[in-house]
Every structure is written in structure tokens, then in C-alpha cells.
């Protein structure tokens, strides 16, 4: 059923692209650009609209077959970045399309690649007739907008299997227009390029079927009291026509735990170069690796290409493996060593990936210690070595962390790793310790922890998105979260009792209170009469 009726939209779809008026601005692909984070992470059902840029070859690179590494799948060569949105502008051409605020997105079915009903609409834009058929054109539109509403498709996968896509039958309830100089039909488009929305009652569609007999579904078999309105009308855009719809939530499942790392940890959500580095690969080495030339900006955008592509076949994998004839993607990346780099460094497996999504992230230093009355790790004649320690850190991402001694007023204080170098930083996770003079008598030590430029998302809870298609056999989209890179600090507190005496200040003042009681008894000896 479902394949008849893909085919069925496909045509439709094809059919719609090609008789639409080219004047009439249907979707203008967006201008290859860099990919972008969100400036602002959707909340909750939060209605967005996709749209792709221009495709870029990526054939020159090739992946190995899980099982066989003597053969390979190799990278499309019309691979196209997802561009998300929540007010489209048709009004103006190029990127204007999406708007202010649109990002970037990745999909995550490696069999349809990108939202089938944009990347259609998109790709076909081009090849657009001139067409005077407004009527067509606005009959395009409603259909258009009732397929990309997931009531009205549903209602049309139930009642419309083995058919063609239908003629839909409908009037117009808001605005009325008169035909004048333009047909009403005519006004009526005009009236939904300017970015309003049309109001239409549908009253039937009409499909026809293989044998040339007909099957009419009414509006009470369409279910149309179930779409936005109270009523049997039906309101749209024009992005409800040509665009493919999604609704956002929050990223909660396990299967997106390894597609989500990978999301917030790499381009566009870090940095381009960054994201290299980080991976271990050399953005300079890249643009010589595979021949990029032109300006800087223009070689920057080839390299975003390339490391988009890479991420999104790296999503592929951790998704299902991406099927391509019976062929699943292997562990390897072949046609450029900096982006195999890339590559194995987000497909490989690490435990951090099970519940990632449901983690907290508080964007706090932290300090493992020693037990108390434990801190002593070692002693010699002259000093005390405390420890050992562990300094972390509960943000994103981020490098070492920096250790200073704060205790400004005393000396004989050191920070050292384990073969007792001085320190004034450490990598998160590795032990250091505290070396202090036996001579200062050190009873106490403050050390300030400080990570420069930590990945943290702000808020907190502005992690990464998924977006579910309302349109048929598109599949559904990912984004990372907002980053904010931000300094760190948090100062801790040590009190020391080491075994010197004086300086264990519970000991002292036990010393203390027996002496008092002491030399309290002796008075009080001495100030009694002698009985005899």
C-alpha cells in the first residue's frame, strides 16, 4: 500500500513542481553556506519548516563495508545541507527563504537522505514551467498543504490505497476575491506569495483508479474536524504547501544517544577547526589533502562541506549502519586521512554514549579527595605530600584545568603529578597532589580550579533537538544544542592534621585543655588548708 502511494505523491509532487508558475517564487534553494548552530533551541512542539542548499559533490570519498574493507560505498555526489526554520520568507530570494532564524540540521535514516518533499520540491523548482493555469497552481497548494498535515495525510493513506494522488475539490472561505483584471485564482496566489494564509473548505477529493473507475472520499471520511481548526475548514501557508513541516521535541531515547554525542561535539554546534582538532585532524592539512583552492572564505566552505558530509554519514552509521543494497557502512573512511580522523573519532564506541541523553549537565569544577584524616599520601623529613586528587569538570567539553595555590600569605606550598614535578595544570581525570614544607607547619591549603573556554550549553537544558516530519516517507531531522563557550572557576577549602604536633590543631588544643586542668588542680591543691 505504502509504495503505491509513494508513488502516487511522487507524481503528484513532479506534477506540482512543473506546472507551478516560476514567477510565482515556489522555493528558491538556499546558496551553499556554512552550516549554522541555533541561536535559539526550539521548545517543545515548536512548528519548523525544512529547506536545502545547493548540492556539492562528495563522490571523491569513500567508506569500506562493514565485513568486507575491499569494498566500498561511496559518498554521494549530490549531498545537500538541511537548513531548518520557523518563519520562512517567500517574499525575498536566496536565503531569505528561511527567514532569520534558521540553523542547520542532519538527518538520520540513511536510506532517504534528506526530507523527501523539500528535496523534491527544491530540485524541481528549477525546472518549473511558465505556466497562466493558476487554478492548477492553487489546486497544487491545498493538496500540497492537506498531504503535509499528518491528520490529512493519514486520513488519505486510509481511504486512498492503490490510488493516484487526488483532484481535491474545495471553494475558498477566506479572502474572496473577484475576478477583475486577474482571475480570483490569481489574486489568491498572490494573496499566499505575500506570506498570508488562505482559508478553504474541502469538500471531497476525487481519485481515480487503474481501471479508469472513480472513488470519492468526502470530507467526513477525510476527517478534516480533526485538522488546525474547530471546523471543516482548512487553513495553510504557502510553507504548509512546499515545505516539508516538523514538530520538536526533546532528544529522550537511547537510540539517539550516539547520534547526539556526535551532534554535540562536532560542526556546526563546535566550531569548524575545532572540531578538526579536537579529532585530531589538521584543517591545514585537509585543504592540501584534497586540493582545495580559492579565497580563504571559499576554502573554508569546501572544508565545511567536506566535514558536514562526514558527520552526516557518521550519524548514518550510528543510526542503522546505512543500507545501501545489502551494504552496510564500515569503520573506515577512504579518499583523506584527516577526515577518516574525523570519522573514527565519532563513530567510536564509548560508554558515555548509554543514557547521554538523559544526562545533567551544571557546568561546575569538581575535586575528588582523600578520606579525611587520610590526606597524608606520603612524608619524608622535610615535607608532606597530600593527595592524591582528581580535578574534573561537569560541562560539555573542555581542556585542562588549570591549579593554583591561593593561600597568598604562605610559602611551602606546591602542586606536583605523580613523579613530584611542579604543576599548574592537569588533564581531567589525572591525579595530582599537594607538597607542603615541613617547616611552614601548614595546617591548611586553598586551591582555586579553572577551565578556560568549557563548552556549556545555556541554558542548561538547551540540548539537542530531534524533529518529527509530519509529511509522508520524510524522515525526521537532529540538531545539537547551544553552545557557550565560558570560564570556570571554583575554589576549595583543604584542612591538613598532619602528625607534627603543633600543627594538628585538634591535638593542640587537646594539649591545651589538659594543661588548663592541669595547672587548675595544682591551684586548687595549693589554695587548701592541710587537715591533719
Not at 611551602?412 to 592537569?426: P, Y
Request: hydrophobic residues 35%; charged residues 25%.
Amino acid at each position: 500500500m505504502k509504495k503505491k502511494i509513494l508513488m502516487s505523491l511522487l507524481t503528484f509532487l513532479a506534477f506540482t513542481c512543473l506546472a507551478l508558475n516560476v514567477n510565482a517564487t515556489i522555493l528558491n534553494i538556499p546558496s551553499d553556506t556554512e552550516a549554522k548552530a541555533p541561536l535559539d533551541i526550539p521548545g517543545e512542539n515548536a512548528m519548523l519548516y525544512a529547506a536545502l542548499a545547493e548540492p556539492f559533490d562528495f563522490s571523491n570519498i569513500k567508506f569500506t563495508v562493514a565485513g568486507n574493507e575491499s569494498e566500498y560505498i561511496t559518498g554521494h555526489s549530490n549531498m545537500q545541507k538541511i537548513f531548518l526554520t520557523s518563519k520562512p520568507d517567500f517574499t525575498k530570494s536566496g536565503l531569505a527563504v528561511l527567514g532569520d532564524n534558521w540553523f542547520t540540521a542532519y538527518c538520520l535514516d540513511g536510506n532517504l537522505k534528506y526530507p523527501q518533499y523539500g528535496y523534491l520540491n527544491s530540485g524541481l523548482a528549477k525546472s518549473a514551467v511558465d505556466s497562466s493555469d493558476y487554478k492548477k497552481m492553487l489546486d497544487n497548494y491545498v493538496l500540497g498543504a492537506l498531504l503535509n498535515n499528518q491528520a490529512g495525510y493519514k486520513a488519505i493513506e486510509e481511504k486512498g490505497d492503490g490510488f493516484y494522488a487526488p483532484t481535491v475539490v474545495y471553494e475558498v472561505v477566506n479572502p474572496k476575491f473577484e475576478a477583475n483584471a486577474k482571475t480570483a485564482e490569481q489574486q489568491y496566489i498572490e494573496y499566499l506569495d505575500a506570506g498570508n494564509a488562505l482559508e478553504v473548505k474541502v469538500t471531497k477529493l476525487e481519485y481515480v483508479i487503474y481501471e479508469s473507475s472513480n472513488k470519492e472520499i468526502t470530507a467526513d471520511e477525510l476527517g478534516l474536524k480533526k485538522l488546525e481548526t474547530s471546523d471543516a475548514n482548512f487553513s495553510f501557508k504557502k510553507e504548509d504547501a512546499l515545505l516539508d513541516k516538523y514538530t520538536t521535541t526533546k532528544m529522550n531515547s537511547r537510540t539517539y544517544d550516539h547520534a547526539l554525542w556526535i551532534l554535540e561535539h562536532s560542526y556546526p554546534t563546535v566550531e569548524l577547526k575545532q572540531t578538526l582538532e579536537t579529532a585530531g585532524a589538521d584543517y591545514d592539512k585537509l585543504i592540501e589533502e584534497l586540493k582545495i583552492s580559492g579565497t580563504d572564505d571559499a576554502k573554508r566552505k569546501q572544508v565545511g562541506n567536506y566535514v558536514y558530509a562526514t558527520i552526516q554519514y557518521a550519524i548514518w552509521k550510528s543510526y542503522d549502519g546505512i543500507d545501501e543494497g545489502g551494504k552496510k557502512l564500515g569503520d573506515k573512511l577512504v579518499g583523506s586521512e584527516e577526515l577518516n580522523k574525523l570519522y573514527q573519532y565519532l563513530i567510536k564506541d564509548r560508554a558515555e554514549y548509554n543514557g547521554y541523553s538523559n544526562l545533567k549537565f551544571t557546568n561546575t569544577l569538581t575535586l575528588d579527595q582523600p578520606a579525611s584524616g587520610k590526606e597524608i599520601y606520603k612524608e619524608n623529613d622535610k615535607t608532606y605530600t597530600y593527595g592524591p586528587y582528581k580535578a574534573n569538570f561537569d560541562a560539555l567539553s573542555g581542556g585542562n584545568i588549570e591549579l593554583t595555590v591561593t593561600n597568598a600569605t604562605k610559602t611551602g606550598i606546591r602542586i606536583v603529578n605523580a613523579d613530584g614535578t611542579v604543576i599548574n595544570q592537569i588533564e581531567p581525570g589525572k591525579e595530582f597532589y599537594i607538597e607542603c614544607d615541613k617547616s611552614e607547619k601548614i595546617a591548611n591549603v586553598s586551591i582555586k580550579l579553572a577551565l578556560k573556554g568549557a563548552a556549556t550549553f545555556e541554558p542548561a537544558t538547551n540540548r539537542g533537538r530531534i524533529y518529527y516530519a509530519h509529511y509522508p516517507f520524510a524522515q525526521n531531522v537532529m540538531s545539537g544544542g547551544k553552545i557557550v563557550n565560558k570560564d570556570l572557576e571554583k575554589q576549595f577549602d583543604l584542612v591538613y592534621n598532619p602528625k607534627t604536633g603543633v600543627e594538628n590543631v585538634a591535638v593542640l588544643l587537646l594539649i591545651t585543655l589538659v594543661a588548663f586542668s592541669l595547672a587548675y588542680l595544682v591551684l586548687s591543691y595549693k589554695t587548701k588548708s592541710v587537715e591533719l
